[in-house]
Protein backbone atom coordinates (compact mmCIF):
# COMPACT_ATOMS: atom_id res chain seq x y z
CA UNK A 1 0.00 0.00 0.00
CA UNK A 2 2.78 2.39 0.52
CA UNK A 3 4.34 1.62 -2.67
CA UNK A 4 0.55 2.43 -4.02
CA UNK A 5 0.86 5.64 -2.45
CA UNK A 6 3.86 6.71 -3.68
CA UNK A 7 3.34 5.69 -7.07
CA UNK A 8 0.09 7.71 -6.92
CA UNK A 9 1.82 10.73 -5.63
CA UNK A 10 4.47 10.29 -8.17
CA UNK A 11 1.73 10.37 -10.83
CA UNK A 12 -0.01 13.32 -9.25
CA UNK A 13 3.06 15.50 -9.89
CA UNK A 14 3.48 13.37 -13.17
CA UNK A 15 0.29 14.87 -14.51
CA UNK A 16 0.57 17.76 -12.37
CA UNK A 17 3.44 19.21 -14.28
CA UNK A 18 1.94 18.11 -18.04
CA UNK A 19 2.10 21.21 -19.91
CA UNK A 20 1.40 21.88 -23.76
CA UNK A 21 4.27 24.46 -25.19
CA UNK A 22 3.94 28.04 -23.66
CA UNK A 23 2.00 29.35 -26.67
CA UNK A 24 -0.41 26.63 -27.26
CA UNK A 25 -2.87 28.15 -24.47
CA UNK A 26 -3.42 31.09 -26.34
CA UNK A 27 -3.05 30.31 -30.27
CA UNK A 28 -5.53 27.51 -29.30
CA UNK A 29 -8.03 29.90 -27.25
CA UNK A 30 -7.56 32.42 -30.93
CA UNK A 31 -8.78 29.60 -33.18
CA UNK A 32 -11.70 28.91 -30.71
CA UNK A 33 -13.04 32.39 -30.92
CA UNK A 34 -12.22 33.01 -34.35
CA UNK A 35 -15.10 29.52 -35.30
CA UNK A 36 -18.00 31.85 -33.48
CA UNK A 37 -20.61 31.94 -35.14
CA UNK A 38 -21.73 35.67 -35.42
CA UNK A 39 -24.59 36.09 -33.45
CA UNK A 40 -22.29 34.96 -30.56
CA UNK A 41 -19.44 37.04 -31.78
CA UNK A 42 -22.47 39.77 -31.58
CA UNK A 43 -23.40 38.53 -27.94
CA UNK A 44 -19.41 39.03 -26.95
CA UNK A 45 -19.16 42.51 -28.21
CA UNK A 46 -22.46 43.71 -26.35
CA UNK A 47 -21.54 41.59 -23.32
CA UNK A 48 -19.23 44.42 -22.03
CA UNK A 49 -22.12 46.96 -22.75
CA UNK A 50 -24.51 44.60 -20.65
CA UNK A 51 -22.41 44.52 -17.57
CA UNK A 52 -22.06 48.29 -17.32
CA UNK A 53 -25.52 48.88 -17.62
CA UNK A 54 -26.44 49.45 -14.18
CA UNK A 55 -23.70 51.84 -13.51
CA UNK A 56 -24.17 53.20 -16.79
CA UNK A 57 -27.78 53.93 -16.00
CA UNK A 58 -27.04 55.29 -12.47
CA UNK A 59 -24.42 57.47 -13.88
CA UNK A 60 -27.52 58.90 -16.27
CA UNK A 61 -29.44 59.71 -13.25
CA UNK A 62 -26.84 61.12 -11.59
CA UNK A 63 -26.26 63.56 -14.44
CA UNK A 64 -29.88 64.28 -14.98
CA UNK A 65 -30.26 64.79 -11.18
CA UNK A 66 -27.41 66.70 -10.82
CA UNK A 67 -28.39 68.86 -13.94
CA UNK A 68 -31.80 69.18 -12.51
CA UNK A 69 -30.55 70.95 -8.84
CA UNK A 70 -28.06 72.66 -10.66
CA UNK A 71 -31.06 74.55 -12.86
CA UNK A 72 -33.73 74.75 -9.82
CA UNK A 73 -31.66 74.92 -6.63
CA UNK A 74 -29.72 77.12 -5.63
CA UNK A 75 -26.40 74.78 -4.11
CA UNK A 76 -24.64 77.80 -2.33
CA UNK A 77 -21.78 75.37 -1.17
CA UNK A 78 -23.67 73.70 1.09
CA UNK A 79 -22.41 70.00 2.99
CA UNK A 80 -24.71 68.71 -0.05
CA UNK A 81 -22.58 69.77 -2.96
CA UNK A 82 -21.60 66.22 -4.23
CA UNK A 83 -18.48 63.95 -3.19
CA UNK A 84 -15.55 64.34 -3.30
CA UNK A 85 -15.60 61.59 -0.82
CA UNK A 86 -13.82 58.23 -0.40
CA UNK A 87 -10.41 59.12 -0.67
CA UNK A 88 -9.08 56.61 -3.91
CA UNK A 89 -5.68 55.90 -2.74
CA UNK A 90 -3.44 55.52 -5.53
CA UNK A 91 -6.52 54.08 -7.60
CA UNK A 92 -9.09 56.09 -10.40
CA UNK A 93 -11.06 59.02 -9.37
CA UNK A 94 -14.73 57.80 -9.97
CA UNK A 95 -16.90 60.46 -8.10
CA UNK A 96 -19.69 57.87 -7.82
CA UNK A 97 -17.56 55.79 -4.71
CA UNK A 98 -14.50 53.72 -3.94
CA UNK A 99 -11.89 53.72 -6.27
CA UNK A 100 -12.21 50.85 -8.29
CA UNK A 101 -16.24 51.04 -8.51
CA UNK A 102 -18.49 48.09 -7.97
CA UNK A 103 -15.88 44.89 -7.72
CA UNK A 104 -16.78 41.77 -9.13
CA UNK A 105 -17.49 38.89 -6.03
CA UNK A 106 -15.12 35.85 -5.39
CA UNK A 107 -16.49 33.54 -6.87
CA UNK A 108 -18.15 30.82 -4.85
CA UNK A 109 -19.25 33.53 -2.24
CA UNK A 110 -22.32 33.61 -0.90
CA UNK A 111 -24.89 35.56 -3.08
CA UNK A 112 -27.96 36.35 -0.81
CA UNK A 113 -27.50 38.09 2.16
CA UNK A 114 -30.01 36.75 4.70
CA UNK A 115 -30.78 38.48 8.05
CA UNK A 116 -27.88 38.57 10.50
CA UNK A 117 -28.76 36.57 13.32
CA UNK A 118 -30.52 38.06 16.38
CA UNK A 119 -27.83 36.80 18.90
CA UNK A 120 -25.40 38.24 16.95
CA UNK A 121 -24.60 41.00 18.28
CA UNK A 122 -21.93 43.82 18.18
CA UNK A 123 -18.21 43.01 16.77
CA UNK A 124 -15.55 41.41 18.85
CA UNK A 125 -17.87 39.61 21.39
CA UNK A 126 -16.56 36.14 22.38
CA UNK A 127 -19.81 34.99 22.21
CA UNK A 128 -21.46 31.41 21.03
CA UNK A 129 -23.77 32.33 18.37
CA UNK A 130 -26.22 30.79 16.42
CA UNK A 131 -26.31 30.79 12.68
CA UNK A 132 -29.12 29.66 10.52
CA UNK A 133 -29.54 25.93 11.64
CA UNK A 134 -29.03 23.53 10.93
CA UNK A 135 -25.55 25.25 10.58
CA UNK A 136 -23.51 26.89 13.21
CA UNK A 137 -20.68 29.36 14.60
CA UNK A 138 -19.22 29.00 17.34
CA UNK A 139 -16.66 31.64 18.12
CA UNK A 140 -15.21 34.95 18.47
CA UNK A 141 -16.17 37.39 15.51
CA UNK A 142 -13.15 39.81 14.24
CA UNK A 143 -12.84 43.42 15.25
CA UNK A 144 -13.31 45.04 11.60
CA UNK A 145 -12.98 48.57 11.08
CA UNK A 146 -15.50 50.69 8.66
CA UNK A 147 -13.09 50.59 5.66
CA UNK A 148 -10.46 47.74 4.25
CA UNK A 149 -8.12 48.28 1.40
CA UNK A 150 -8.70 46.53 -1.74
CA UNK A 151 -6.00 45.98 -4.25
CA UNK A 152 -6.07 45.61 -7.94
CA UNK A 153 -3.21 43.85 -10.52
CA UNK A 154 -3.79 44.64 -14.33
CA UNK A 155 -3.83 40.96 -16.13
CA UNK A 156 -0.92 40.86 -18.28
CA UNK A 157 -0.89 40.12 -21.82
CA UNK A 158 0.20 37.00 -23.41
CA UNK A 159 3.30 39.25 -24.53
CA UNK A 160 4.24 40.27 -21.12
CA UNK A 161 3.51 36.91 -19.65
CA UNK A 162 5.63 35.46 -22.25
CA UNK A 163 8.62 38.40 -21.14
CA UNK A 164 7.95 37.40 -17.64
CA UNK A 165 8.57 34.15 -18.20
CA UNK A 166 12.05 35.15 -19.67
CA UNK A 167 12.69 37.75 -17.13
CA UNK A 168 12.42 34.85 -13.70
CA UNK A 169 14.10 32.46 -16.31
CA UNK A 170 17.37 34.14 -17.15
CA UNK A 171 17.44 35.55 -13.38
CA UNK A 172 16.38 32.00 -11.69
CA UNK A 173 18.65 29.78 -14.27
CA UNK A 174 15.66 27.41 -14.71
CA UNK A 175 12.38 27.01 -17.14
CA UNK A 176 9.59 29.59 -16.24
CA UNK A 177 6.20 29.32 -17.51
CA UNK A 178 4.11 32.04 -16.89
CA UNK A 179 0.14 31.41 -16.79
CA UNK A 180 -3.03 34.07 -17.31
CA UNK A 181 -5.43 34.50 -14.10
CA UNK A 182 -7.76 31.57 -13.60
CA UNK A 183 -11.50 32.70 -12.28
CA UNK A 184 -12.40 29.43 -11.31
CA UNK A 185 -10.06 28.63 -9.38
CA UNK A 186 -9.39 32.21 -7.62
CA UNK A 187 -5.63 32.13 -8.84
CA UNK A 188 -4.09 35.40 -10.00
CA UNK A 189 -1.42 35.27 -12.92
CA UNK A 190 1.10 32.33 -11.72
CA UNK A 191 4.52 30.87 -12.48
CA UNK A 192 5.58 27.63 -13.00
CA UNK A 193 9.20 26.04 -12.77
CA UNK A 194 9.35 23.32 -15.08
CA UNK A 195 11.65 20.28 -15.14
CA UNK A 196 13.67 20.32 -12.17
CA UNK A 197 14.62 18.25 -9.98
CA UNK A 198 17.51 19.52 -7.40
CA UNK A 199 19.18 17.42 -4.88
CA UNK A 200 19.56 18.93 -1.71
CA UNK A 201 20.83 17.72 1.87
CA UNK A 202 19.18 19.63 4.53
CA UNK A 203 17.21 18.37 7.50
CA UNK A 204 14.58 19.96 7.04
CA UNK A 205 11.78 20.94 4.63
CA UNK A 206 11.77 24.70 4.89
CA UNK A 207 15.80 24.59 4.99
CA UNK A 208 15.47 22.54 1.61
CA UNK A 209 13.08 25.21 0.39
CA UNK A 210 15.06 27.93 1.76
CA UNK A 211 18.27 26.75 0.16
CA UNK A 212 16.29 26.36 -3.64
CA UNK A 213 14.85 29.78 -3.57
CA UNK A 214 18.00 31.65 -2.25
CA UNK A 215 20.13 29.94 -4.77
CA UNK A 216 17.62 30.86 -7.58
CA UNK A 217 16.52 34.11 -6.79
CA UNK A 218 12.91 33.26 -6.20
CA UNK A 219 12.28 34.82 -2.62
CA UNK A 220 9.40 36.60 -2.92
CA UNK A 221 9.22 40.27 -2.74
CA UNK A 222 5.68 41.03 -0.88
CA UNK A 223 5.25 40.20 3.04
CA UNK A 224 4.94 35.91 3.65
CA UNK A 225 5.22 33.57 6.60
CA UNK A 226 6.67 30.47 5.38
CA UNK A 227 4.56 27.22 6.08
CA UNK A 228 4.78 23.56 5.49
CA UNK A 229 1.61 22.51 3.67
CA UNK A 230 -0.72 19.59 5.06
CA UNK A 231 0.65 17.23 2.64
CA UNK A 232 3.35 17.62 4.12
CA UNK A 233 4.84 18.04 0.66
CA UNK A 234 4.74 21.50 -0.04
CA UNK A 235 6.25 24.63 1.56
CA UNK A 236 4.47 27.71 0.73
CA UNK A 237 5.40 31.55 1.63
CA UNK A 238 2.18 32.39 2.16
CA UNK A 239 1.41 35.64 1.25
CA UNK A 240 -0.03 38.56 3.40
CA UNK A 241 -0.90 42.24 3.42
CA UNK A 242 -0.30 44.45 6.20
CA UNK A 243 -3.72 45.91 7.43
CA UNK A 244 -3.51 48.65 9.92
CA UNK A 245 -0.54 46.80 11.89
CA UNK A 246 -1.96 43.07 11.18
CA UNK A 247 -0.75 40.59 8.27
CA UNK A 248 -3.85 39.04 6.52
CA UNK A 249 -2.91 36.12 4.82
CA UNK A 250 -4.38 35.62 0.67
CA UNK A 251 -6.37 32.61 0.70
CA UNK A 252 -7.96 30.12 -1.76
CA UNK A 253 -11.72 29.87 -1.77
CA UNK A 254 -11.03 26.34 0.41
CA UNK A 255 -9.24 28.25 2.61
CA UNK A 256 -5.64 27.19 1.65
CA UNK A 257 -3.12 29.88 2.18
CA UNK A 258 -2.09 31.20 -1.15
CA UNK A 259 1.73 32.18 -2.46
CA UNK A 260 4.90 30.89 -3.36
CA UNK A 261 4.91 26.85 -3.02
CA UNK A 262 8.19 24.74 -3.37
CA UNK A 263 7.09 21.43 -3.57
CA UNK A 264 9.71 18.88 -1.94
CA UNK A 265 10.05 15.09 -2.02
CA UNK A 266 12.69 14.03 0.82
CA UNK A 267 15.96 16.06 -0.28
CA UNK A 268 14.98 16.74 -3.70
CA UNK A 269 13.18 19.87 -4.90
CA UNK A 270 10.43 18.44 -7.41
CA UNK A 271 8.71 21.82 -8.51
CA UNK A 272 7.99 25.21 -7.40
CA UNK A 273 4.92 28.02 -8.21
CA UNK A 274 3.75 31.10 -7.05
CA UNK A 275 2.07 34.41 -7.83
CA UNK A 276 3.58 36.45 -10.70
CA UNK A 277 4.57 39.87 -9.00
CA UNK A 278 2.88 42.69 -10.15
CA UNK A 279 2.12 46.05 -9.31
CA UNK A 280 -0.32 46.41 -7.00
CA UNK A 281 -3.21 49.58 -6.96
CA UNK A 282 -5.40 50.16 -3.98
CA UNK A 283 -8.48 51.58 -2.45
CA UNK A 284 -10.46 51.47 0.22
CA UNK A 285 -13.72 50.24 0.76
CA UNK A 286 -16.71 50.42 3.39
CA UNK A 287 -16.90 46.83 4.99
CA UNK A 288 -19.92 45.27 6.18
CA UNK A 289 -19.85 44.29 10.32
CA UNK A 290 -18.64 40.91 10.95
CA UNK A 291 -22.64 39.78 11.79
CA UNK A 292 -23.91 41.20 9.09
CA UNK A 293 -21.27 38.56 7.00
CA UNK A 294 -22.18 35.94 9.91
CA UNK A 295 -25.85 36.03 8.72
CA UNK A 296 -24.71 35.58 5.59
CA UNK A 297 -22.28 32.58 6.02
CA UNK A 298 -26.18 30.99 7.15
CA UNK A 299 -27.24 31.05 3.70
CA UNK A 300 -23.90 30.55 2.06
CA UNK A 301 -23.57 26.95 4.12
CA UNK A 302 -27.02 26.00 3.50
CA UNK A 303 -26.38 25.43 -0.04
CA UNK A 304 -23.61 22.81 1.10
CA UNK A 305 -24.50 19.41 0.56
CA UNK A 306 -25.49 18.41 4.17
CA UNK A 307 -23.64 15.95 6.08
CA UNK A 308 -24.92 13.80 9.10
CA UNK A 309 -24.06 16.23 12.26
CA UNK A 310 -24.22 19.41 10.23
CA UNK A 311 -21.63 22.21 9.50
CA UNK A 312 -20.59 23.36 12.74
CA UNK A 313 -18.08 26.34 11.68
CA UNK A 314 -15.89 27.66 15.14
CA UNK A 315 -13.35 29.85 13.48
CA UNK A 316 -13.52 33.25 11.66
CA UNK A 317 -10.53 35.04 10.10
CA UNK A 318 -10.42 38.21 7.87
CA UNK A 319 -8.40 36.62 4.95
CA UNK A 320 -7.33 38.39 1.18
CA UNK A 321 -9.13 36.39 -1.92
CA UNK A 322 -7.95 36.76 -5.66
CA UNK A 323 -10.96 37.58 -7.96
CA UNK A 324 -9.56 37.11 -11.31
CA UNK A 325 -11.56 39.58 -13.77
CA UNK A 326 -11.49 40.02 -17.77
CA UNK A 327 -8.52 42.68 -17.59
CA UNK A 328 -7.72 42.88 -14.17
CA UNK A 329 -7.96 40.92 -10.60
CA UNK A 330 -8.79 41.85 -7.22
CA UNK A 331 -7.31 40.90 -3.77
CA UNK A 332 -10.67 41.49 -2.18
CA UNK A 333 -11.12 41.08 1.69
CA UNK A 334 -13.50 38.43 2.90
CA UNK A 335 -14.40 36.46 6.12
CA UNK A 336 -13.13 33.02 5.95
CA UNK A 337 -15.25 30.70 8.58
CA UNK A 338 -13.80 26.98 9.13
CA UNK A 339 -14.47 23.77 10.94
CA UNK A 340 -15.84 20.50 11.28
CA UNK A 341 -15.99 19.44 7.86
CA UNK A 342 -16.59 23.05 5.91
CA UNK A 343 -15.26 26.08 4.85
CA UNK A 344 -17.15 29.29 4.14
CA UNK A 345 -16.16 32.45 2.72
CA UNK A 346 -17.56 35.37 2.85
CA UNK A 347 -16.75 38.84 0.89
CA UNK A 348 -16.67 41.24 3.58
CA UNK A 349 -16.89 44.43 0.88
CA UNK A 350 -20.20 46.51 1.79
CA UNK A 351 -22.97 44.27 -1.06
CA UNK A 352 -24.01 47.61 -2.65
CA UNK A 353 -20.15 47.46 -3.88
CA UNK A 354 -20.04 44.34 -5.37
CA UNK A 355 -21.54 42.49 -8.48
CA UNK A 356 -23.43 39.17 -8.71
CA UNK B 1 -25.95 25.25 -6.79
CA UNK B 2 -24.77 24.13 -10.41
CA UNK B 3 -24.64 27.12 -12.83
CA UNK B 4 -22.31 27.53 -16.22
CA UNK B 5 -19.31 28.83 -15.32
CA UNK B 6 -17.78 30.59 -18.48
CA UNK B 7 -16.44 28.76 -21.07
CA UNK B 8 -13.11 30.31 -20.86
CA UNK B 9 -12.79 29.65 -17.45
CA UNK B 10 -13.53 26.56 -17.53
CA UNK B 11 -10.81 26.09 -20.75
CA UNK B 12 -8.06 27.78 -18.62
CA UNK B 13 -9.00 25.53 -15.98
CA UNK B 14 -9.05 22.31 -17.73
CA UNK B 15 -6.46 22.82 -21.01
CA UNK B 16 -3.60 21.18 -18.75
CA UNK B 17 -5.87 18.53 -17.31
CA UNK B 18 -7.21 17.55 -20.76
CA UNK B 19 -3.29 17.91 -22.25
CA UNK B 20 -2.03 14.99 -19.55
CA UNK B 21 -4.85 12.76 -19.64
CA UNK B 22 -4.20 13.29 -23.16
CA UNK B 23 0.04 12.80 -23.48
CA UNK B 24 -0.15 9.90 -21.61
CA UNK B 25 -2.39 8.32 -23.44
CA UNK B 26 -0.80 8.32 -26.96
CA UNK B 27 2.42 8.86 -28.46
CA UNK B 28 3.64 12.22 -28.31
CA UNK B 29 3.69 16.27 -27.79
CA UNK B 30 2.25 16.31 -31.03
CA UNK B 31 -0.62 14.33 -30.94
CA UNK B 32 -1.54 15.41 -27.82
CA UNK B 33 -2.18 18.90 -28.86
CA UNK B 34 -3.98 17.70 -31.64
CA UNK B 35 -6.29 16.40 -29.83
CA UNK B 36 -6.55 18.55 -26.77
CA UNK B 37 -7.78 21.24 -29.56
CA UNK B 38 -10.26 19.02 -31.18
CA UNK B 39 -11.51 18.87 -27.35
CA UNK B 40 -11.74 22.01 -26.68
CA UNK B 41 -13.26 22.98 -30.65
CA UNK B 42 -15.89 20.12 -29.83
CA UNK B 43 -16.93 21.66 -26.14
CA UNK B 44 -16.90 24.63 -27.11
CA UNK B 45 -19.71 24.05 -30.06
CA UNK B 46 -21.40 21.78 -27.70
CA UNK B 47 -21.24 24.47 -24.73
CA UNK B 48 -24.79 25.52 -25.17
CA UNK B 49 -26.22 22.18 -24.90
CA UNK B 50 -24.22 21.47 -21.38
CA UNK B 51 -26.52 20.49 -18.87
CA UNK B 52 -24.08 21.39 -15.20
CA UNK B 53 -26.98 19.37 -13.44
CA UNK B 54 -26.07 16.00 -15.35
CA UNK B 55 -22.88 16.12 -15.16
CA UNK B 56 -19.93 18.15 -13.84
CA UNK B 57 -17.29 19.75 -16.23
CA UNK B 58 -15.14 17.35 -15.79
CA UNK B 59 -16.93 14.31 -16.32
CA UNK B 60 -18.15 16.53 -20.06
CA UNK B 61 -14.96 17.22 -20.51
CA UNK B 62 -13.35 13.99 -20.20
CA UNK B 63 -15.87 11.99 -21.88
CA UNK B 64 -15.46 14.46 -24.74
CA UNK B 65 -11.70 13.67 -24.41
CA UNK B 66 -12.02 9.80 -24.26
CA UNK B 67 -14.37 9.69 -27.16
CA UNK B 68 -11.42 12.15 -28.84
CA UNK B 69 -8.38 9.66 -28.03
CA UNK B 70 -10.48 6.45 -29.31
CA UNK B 71 -11.19 8.55 -32.63
CA UNK B 72 -7.40 9.32 -32.65
CA UNK B 73 -6.97 5.84 -32.22
CA UNK B 74 -9.27 4.78 -34.96
CA UNK B 75 -7.74 7.25 -37.51
CA UNK B 76 -4.25 6.14 -37.02
CA UNK B 77 -4.80 2.48 -36.99
CA UNK B 78 -2.75 2.20 -33.82
CA UNK B 79 -4.16 0.01 -31.46
CA UNK B 80 -3.17 -2.32 -28.53
CA UNK B 81 -0.65 -4.60 -28.93
CA UNK B 82 0.65 -2.73 -32.18
CA UNK B 83 0.85 0.04 -29.96
CA UNK B 84 2.09 -1.26 -26.82
CA UNK B 85 5.25 -2.58 -29.36
CA UNK B 86 6.06 0.76 -29.98
CA UNK B 87 5.35 2.28 -26.82
CA UNK B 88 8.45 -0.09 -25.63
CA UNK B 89 10.19 1.04 -28.96
CA UNK B 90 9.79 4.87 -28.07
CA UNK B 91 10.57 4.07 -24.25
CA UNK B 92 13.79 2.30 -24.53
CA UNK B 93 15.41 4.29 -28.50
CA UNK B 94 13.51 7.48 -28.37
CA UNK B 95 15.00 11.33 -29.75
CA UNK B 96 15.73 13.58 -26.88
CA UNK B 97 14.69 16.65 -28.67
CA UNK B 98 10.87 14.32 -28.44
CA UNK B 99 11.55 13.86 -24.81
CA UNK B 100 11.67 17.43 -23.84
CA UNK B 101 8.55 18.53 -26.33
CA UNK B 102 6.55 16.29 -23.62
CA UNK B 103 7.23 18.92 -20.78
CA UNK B 104 6.61 16.83 -17.93
CA UNK B 105 8.04 15.88 -14.69
CA UNK B 106 8.95 12.02 -14.50
CA UNK B 107 9.08 10.83 -18.25
CA UNK B 108 10.26 7.18 -17.47
CA UNK B 109 7.34 7.17 -15.73
CA UNK B 110 4.72 8.24 -18.74
CA UNK B 111 6.46 5.80 -20.87
CA UNK B 112 5.99 3.20 -18.65
CA UNK B 113 1.74 4.20 -18.50
CA UNK B 114 2.13 4.41 -22.08
CA UNK B 115 3.28 0.54 -22.44
CA UNK B 116 -0.04 -0.47 -20.48
CA UNK B 117 -2.92 -2.07 -21.99
CA UNK B 118 -5.62 0.05 -22.87
CA UNK B 119 -7.83 0.27 -20.33
CA UNK B 120 -5.51 0.24 -17.48
CA UNK B 121 -3.83 3.39 -19.36
CA UNK B 122 -7.15 5.17 -19.69
CA UNK B 123 -8.04 4.49 -15.95
CA UNK B 124 -4.78 6.04 -14.60
CA UNK B 125 -5.53 8.52 -16.98
CA UNK B 126 -8.72 9.16 -15.76
CA UNK B 127 -7.88 9.26 -11.95
CA UNK B 128 -5.12 11.55 -11.77
CA UNK B 129 -6.00 15.55 -11.59
CA UNK B 130 -9.21 14.99 -13.27
CA UNK B 131 -11.56 15.95 -10.53
CA UNK B 132 -13.10 12.59 -11.11
CA UNK B 133 -14.93 9.94 -8.85
CA UNK B 134 -14.76 6.14 -9.49
CA UNK B 135 -18.34 6.93 -10.04
CA UNK B 136 -17.74 9.06 -12.77
CA UNK B 137 -14.86 6.88 -13.99
CA UNK B 138 -17.17 3.95 -13.95
CA UNK B 139 -19.77 5.58 -16.01
CA UNK B 140 -17.04 6.93 -19.08
CA UNK B 141 -15.82 3.26 -19.29
CA UNK B 142 -18.85 1.92 -19.22
CA UNK B 143 -18.35 -0.49 -16.16
CA UNK B 144 -19.45 -0.81 -12.51
CA UNK B 145 -17.99 2.11 -10.22
CA UNK B 146 -16.01 -1.29 -7.84
CA UNK B 147 -15.36 -2.29 -11.60
CA UNK B 148 -13.33 0.89 -12.18
CA UNK B 149 -11.88 0.56 -8.71
CA UNK B 150 -10.17 -2.69 -9.33
CA UNK B 151 -9.25 -2.16 -12.86
CA UNK B 152 -7.09 1.14 -11.50
CA UNK B 153 -5.62 -0.84 -8.63
CA UNK B 154 -4.31 -3.35 -11.44
CA UNK B 155 -3.23 -0.80 -13.06
CA UNK B 156 -1.08 0.25 -10.53
CA UNK B 157 0.47 -2.59 -10.15
CA UNK B 158 0.81 -3.32 -13.86
CA UNK B 159 2.57 -0.10 -13.54
CA UNK B 160 4.75 -0.55 -10.72
CA UNK B 161 6.00 -3.98 -12.70
CA UNK B 162 7.09 -2.11 -15.90
CA UNK B 163 8.91 0.65 -13.41
CA UNK B 164 10.84 -2.25 -11.58
CA UNK B 165 10.43 -5.28 -13.58
CA UNK B 166 12.83 -7.10 -11.05
CA UNK B 167 11.09 -5.66 -8.03
Known amino acids: ?14 YGSARPRADFEDELWHRIQARRPWPRKLADLLRPAQRLAPMLAALLVLVIGGGWLAAHVHLGGSPSTLS ?24 GAAKSISPAPATAGANAQPAEQAVAPPYSFVGKLPQLPATLPVYRYREPTAAA ?8 ASESGLRVDVQAGRPATSQEPQFVVRGVEAQLSLPTLEETAEAFVTAHRLTPGYLFQVTVAQAGQSVVYARQFQVNGASVPVARPAGQVAGLSVEVDGNLVVGAHGPLELPLDVAEYPVRPAAEALGQAGAAAAQLPATGSGL ?9 VVVVG ?4 YYEPALLLTGSGGTVLVPLISANWLSH | MSSRPEFEDLYREFLPRIYGYALSQLRNAAEAEDVTAQVFMRAYQAYDRFEPRAATPAAW ?8 VLDHHRRTGVRDRAEQELGRALGEGEDPSRQAEDRVLFREL ?24 FKEIGELMDCSEDAAKMLYH ?14
Request: proline share 6%; glycine share 12%.
Open chain 2, 61 to 68: LFRIARNA
Open chain 1, 1 to 14: MADDRDLERRLERM
Open chain 1, 326 to 329: AAQG
Open chain 2, 154 to 167: RALKALRAELDPDG
Open chain 2, 110 to 133: LVAIRRLPDRQREVIGLRHRSDLG
Open chain 1, 312 to 320: LLDKAQVVY
Open chain 1, 161 to 168: RTAAAGKL
Open chain 1, 84 to 107: STGSSAGGGTSSAGPGFGVLPAPP
